[in-house]
């Protein structure tokens, strides 16, 4: 069966992909390694542009664009995009009137245009349905219109998105008796230049004084905010990128034989050895195939609906064959030079300013204008698919599907450890932690029980006799397990050997080394906590942000607490208390409640025992402490995407 896109489908999302790598050429920018952990599977490396710094004051303009007189070559910035009703991005919908004068901004020298630079660049997105695949391809893409709440949209800017596609090939999900369906897109770029409004006078207060006069004289008119919008777009270049890009879309069909594709990753994996022996451009592709992925790569190709259509360069009709595209990819890449188009952005805030920013800095313009160009593009985003979270949402919001992270209400994601149990997971910044203590049924692995036992003992200091509560720890799967988590030493939860509670085993622990997490996660490291702390605000703080707002002792989100805990971030930290050898048993104040420890990866040399470094947080301090134990006492473990 051969089943078709159609070409609106997939210049929908062609340069989505762009706008996730040209993300990175920024310093302050997320490293491709750290692209990878939020879903935008870079393989590249990255190019930092130069910046330049210029600022202007605000002054009233009336001059209009004249592109004649201007000493700079054409370019887009200044003019308008709606986000809304194009795919993206396409210069094909960049707006004829432009909003801000690119003759005085030439004149000015605030703009940098064709700033030299060619990168070949290849993103890989899969997934078991055409949604997921769009999901996983878009959820790095940091979309803020300035409305005052963040915008999830599954589907990009356009509802151009062919649902069509899904229901005609499999309805979205559903597996036959005989077929599975996956879903995979790769897309191959190559930037040549790009243009942007030089640093420090991109804000739309340094704007404001190079507006045109046609668009203050619609603001100020009884111009609807649709014709606004239309007319001008909802949003204004101030960076983008020059080139050309291309969007191979893969369908594969499933078959009966034993061999055939059965998840997600299998089929990303057969899609990127696939395009390297296809399009034989492996020196431009930043990742292995080997000989035992040749089964699978053998498997699609002989189950596959293919489509690819490129923008930029000479015209390359869409086409179903995988064949013809290999054969015209190169001559295709060569000849982007001669033909570069606006066919990428960095991430959302730093390309884009919204029109309404530039309007309210127009005399005369009032607020309920403001709101009105806001509330327009609002609505015409919900009917294409976006969801607008309510702002100030605080941890007590939080349910079964959704968070509370820094006053904006998430999604969770999830992962499935090889028990078969799913964990909530969250995004923090640019790493995605489990939102749960692990509780992965392990042999070693231990629960806090319900069976006490008391110690008495006398005090010389205090001149008189005390008594001492223990909980044991239990094998058996308790009430507690399902809550805290259960409890691992060092060694079971990396699934190492036994002895390497007691030596060193550096030599079998690589940079993300797995242990007993799920799938694609990891034991963190030090690096990683400390990613996390620094991210949420530094270890002086980041305990009362982490830890959820129910489960440790006398700590909410209340004023009626004794201290804070916040869950600020969706983190929900609990304390499962400490395990000691051999006799597996609680302090007073190590029980659930009390203290939270949670294992990393990293080693620590000692001389009286093998330890290793561990995280501690506690109800009545709002610092996350860095510590050494022994790898022979039980603790919780959170694990981090890789």
Request: proline letters at 3%; glycine letters at 8%; one cysteine or more.
């Amino acid at each position: 069966m051969r089943t078709k896109f159609s070409k609106l489908a997939f210049s929908v999302g062609i340069s989505l992909a762009l706008a996730l790598t040209f993300f990175a050429c920024s310093s302050d920018d997320p490293s491709p390694s750290e692209q990878q952990s939020q879903g935008g599977e870079s393989s590249s490396s990255t190019v930092e542009p130069p910046n330049g710094g210029l600022s202007s004051s605000v002054v009233q303009s009336s001059s209009s664009v004249n592109n004649s007189s201007s000493g700079c070559a054409p370019n887009d910035l200044g003019k308008g995009y709606d986000v809304i009703g194009s795919p993206y991005i396409n210069w094909t919908d960049v707006k004829n009137i432009p909003v801000l004068d690119q003759n005085k901004m030439c004149q000015d020298g605030i703009l940098d245009l064709d700033k030299p630079g060619s990168k070949q660049e290849f993103l890989f997105f899969s997934g078991s349905t055409v949604e997921e695949l769009y999901s996983k391809r878009n959820e790095s893409m940091k979309i803020g219109a300035n409305l005052g709440v963040e915008i999830k949209i599954p589907l990009v800017f356009s509802a151009g998105v062919d649902v069509k596609f899904a229901k005609n090939t499999s309805n979205g999900s559903q597996e036959s008796s005989s077929k599975k369906y996956f879903y995979s897109q790769m897309r191959s770029y190559r930037y040549t230049g790009e243009h942007q409004i030089k640093s420090g006078s991109e804000s739309a207060r340094n704007l404001s004084k190079y507006l045109t006069n046609d668009f203050i004289s619609d603001l100020k008119s009884t111009t609807s905010p649709g014709q606004i919008l239309d007319r001008y777009g909802s949003h204004v270049f101030i960076h983008y990128f020059k080139g050309g890009s291309l969007e191979a879309n893969y369908t594969y069909t499933g078959s009966n034989s034993a061999s055939r594709i059965t998840s997600a990753e299998q089929m990303e994996l057969a899609v990127k050895g696939s395009a390297k022996k296809q399009l034989k451009v492996s020196a431009g592709i930043d990742y292995e195939t080997s000989n035992s992925n040749e089964q699978a790569v053998n498997e699609l190709e002989d189950h596959l609906s293919f489509y690819y259509v490129a923008y930029g360069g000479k015209d390359l009709k869409a086409s179903q064959d995988m064949s013809e595209l290999a054969k015209e990819y190169g001559g295709w890449v060569g000849t982007i030079e001669q033909n570069a188009r606006t066919t990428g952005i960095k991430d959302f805030a730093q390309s884009f300013i919204p029109v309404w920013d530039l309007a309210q800095l127009v005399e005369g313009v009032t607020s309920a204008r403001i709101n009105d160009l806001k509330s327009e593009f609002k609505k015409r985003a919900e009917a294409q698919g976006a969801k607008f979270p309510e702002a100030n949402c605080i941890p007590e919001d939080n349910n079964s599907t959704h968070y509370c992270s820094n006053g904006f209400l998430k999604e969770y994601g999830k992962v499935t450890d090889e028990g078969g149990k799913t964990y909530k997971t969250v995004v923090i910044g640019t790493q995605t932690w489990m939102a749960e203590n692990l509780n992965y049924n392990v042999t070693g692995s231990k629960c806090r029980g319900t069976t006490l036992y008391t110690d008495s003992s006398f005090s010389e200091n205090l001149g008189e006799w005390s008594r001492s509560t223990y909980y044991l720890l239990e094998d058996k799967n308790t009430i507690n397990c399902d809550k805290y988590g259960r409890l691992y030493d060092w060694s079971t939860a990396m699934a190492l050997p036994p002895n390497c509670k007691e030596s060193s085993c550096a030599s079998q622990i690589p940079a993300k080394h797995k242990g007993i997490c799920p799938v694609n996660y990891h034991i963190p490291t030090n690096a990683d906590w400390d990613k996390l702390i620094l991210f949420v605000g530094g270890e002086k703080t980041a305990g009362r942000y982490l830890k959820a707002t129910v489960g440790w002792d006398n700590c909410g989100s209340s004023s009626s607490y004794l201290s804070k805990c916040d869950d600020k971030y969706g983190f929900s930290a609990l304390p499962g208390g400490v395990g000691h050898s051999p006799d597996g048993e609680f302090g007073f104040k190590e029980v659930i409640g009390y203290i939270g420890n949670w294992w990393s990866s990293t080693e620590i040399s000692s001389i009286y025992y093998s330890a290793a470094s561990i995280r501690s947080m506690h109800p009545y301090s709002d610092v996350v402490e860095i510590g050494e134990e022994d790898k022979a006492v039980w603790h919780s473990v959170r694990c981090v995407k890789d």
